[in-house]
């Protein structure tokens, strides 16, 4: 971990800035065209995943700068991620469903950090891949093809970080190499669903499934 600088650690925000103005973009699109349940599903996961992506940030921050090394703050990644993805995958498969008028019941709970974190990243793999494949479906509905090439991307690179953590040794190269990879695919992430948002996703997304 010596090869953490803090200008890595700073350049690290720009996968975790890209979501966001992602989710920013979906929440707006998707405002009152999902019923209550499945909006709060939404918005609780995308939340949960930008909280895991600034915990990851701030603890390099704070392991570059000498200050402590505080793993309960990298741990977290997976902990709030993988919950969080399946949230949002949940959400949108219920724009697919015939039944989506009834509302969801969403239950909080308290996600602990635990010493294992394969249960939180198998649930980050089911979570992005039924994103992913959501955000595909709606693009194939809208007749959008590049932004169906976006989402494959990301999924691709989002799949790619699952490799790379298997393979993790600390160095500062495989650091930056896991950094570029989480950047292409939360930037191909943005681009599709702005271009969704740029072909009218919040105008007629009503319009679009019932197709």
Same mark, same amino acid.
């Given at each position: ?31 009152? &065209?999902?019923? &209550? ?7 609780? $996961? ?37 919950? $969080? ?13 015939? &039944? ?41 509905? +809208?007749? &959008? ?13 989002? +799949? ?52």
């Amino acid at each position: 971990m010596d090869g953490i600088s803090l200008f890595m650690a700073l350049v690290d925000f720009i996968p975790v800035l890209l979501f966001f103005a992602a989710a920013v973009l979906l929440l707006k699109d998707l405002y009152n &065209k999902m019923v &209550k349940g499945a909006y709060a599903l939404l918005a609780a $996961g995308s939340i949960m995943v930008l909280i895991g992506g600034i915990y990851k940030v701030l603890w390099k921050i704070l392991y570059a700068l000498a200050i402590c090394d505080y793993p309960a703050l990298d741990t977290s990644l997976f902990t709030f991620q993988g919950p $969080g993805f399946l949230l949002v995958f949940a959400a949108l498969l219920g724009m697919f469903s015939k &039944k989506n008028k009834n509302n969801v019941t969403l239950h909080s709970a308290a996600i602990p950090v635990v010493v294992s974190n394969m249960p939180f990243i198998i649930l980050q793999i089911i979570g992005c891949t039924g994103v992913q494949g959501c955000l595909i479906a709606i693009s194939v509905k +809208m007749k &959008k093809k590049l932004p169906i090439v976006c989402f494959i991307l990301a999924f691709v690179f989002m +799949m790619g970080m699952g490799y790379l953590g298997a393979k993790f040794d600390d160095s500062s190269s495989m650091h930056w190499l896991a950094q570029c990879t989480n950047i292409i695919s939360q930037g191909s992430l943005f681009v599709g669903v702005w271009l969704l948002h740029k072909a009218g996703l919040g105008n007629n997304m009503v319009q679009f499934m019932n197709n």
